[in-house]
T-cell receptor, first 114, second 112 residues
Framework: KAGVTQTPRYLIKTRGQQVTLSCSPI?????VSWYQQTPGQGLQFLFE???????NKGNFPGRFSGRQFSNSRSEMNVSTLELGDSALYLC?????????????FGPGTRLTVT | SQQGEEDPQALSIQEGENATMNCSYK?????LQWYRQNSGRGLVHLIL?????REKHSGRLRVTLDTSKKSSSLLITASRAADTASYFC????????????FGQGTELSVKP
């Protein structure tokens, strides 16, 4: 099976702009989660989508939003970019069994805000 | 904020030696997973251990889980230079769906 793919891999934006990141999960996985990784805060959960519905949300401002399509692909949007949004954004798709989630990550999108 | 801590923060060993990393967490969990990350790239899934399991093996990896102490350890045996990476533990909890809480990570350096 192909792994989780994320596009674009690198992005440079200026403050105030908005950005959309895309994630295609492993075939058959219906759960997609997004994480932000920074040197200061480490890996932090943004949100999770399952069957086109947001199931869980982390402690991020409303500028961070997402959605999931019927084919399980997901997009994440950040509006009014700030310098502090510079980070590696990771998407994970999950195989869900009766005992929980097994999550597989994509290569990430490196966002730089100038 | 993160669930817990990993210890040590950095570890430097010679090829062929074993590397042990520890992870502590704060709340009750459903599963605990270990991931490897090379130089700011994506996370590679290494192993998942369920809360009702105490030990699990995968190739050169051995993971233990002690839910009474809320801790886990990852042992890499006969390490190789290619094992140089950051290692993270991540936990998920009941009723939290796919939300993973990560530790701060251990930076492992294996010298040839």
């Amino acid at each position: 099976k192909a792994g989780v793919t994320q596009t674009p891999r690198y992005l440079i934006k200026t403050r105030g702009q908005q950005v959309t990141l895309s994630c295609s999960p492993i075939s058959g996985h219906r759960s997609v989660s997004w994480y932000q990784q920074t040197p200061g805060q480490g890996l932090q959960f943004l949100f999770e989508y399952f069957s086109e519905t947001q199931r869980n949300k982390g402690n991020f401002p409303g500028r961070f939003s997402g959605r999931q399509f019927s084919n399980s692909r997901s997009e994440m949007n950040v509006s009014t970019l700030e310098l502090g949004d510079s980070a590696l954004y990771l998407c994970a798709s999950a195989f869900i069994s009766g005992q929980g989630y097994e999550q597989y990550f994509g290569p990430g999108t490196r966002l730089t805000v100038t | 904020s993160q669930q817990g801590e990993e210890d040590p923060q950095a570890l430097s060993i010679q090829e062929g030696e074993n590397a042990t990393m520890n992870c502590s967490y704060k709340t009750s969990i459903n599963n605990l997973q270990w991931y490897r990350q090379n130089s700011g790239r994506g996370l590679v899934h290494l192993i998942l251990i369920r809360s009702n399991e105490r030990e699990k093996h995968s190739g050169r990896l051995r993971v233990t889980l002690d839910t009474s102490k809320k801790s886990s350890s990852l042992l890499i045996t006969a390490s190789r230079a290619a094992d140089t990476a950051s290692y993270f533990c991540a936990t998920d909890s009941h009723n939290q769906g796919g939300k993973l809480i990560f530790g701060q990570g251990t930076e492992l350096s294996v010298k040839p």
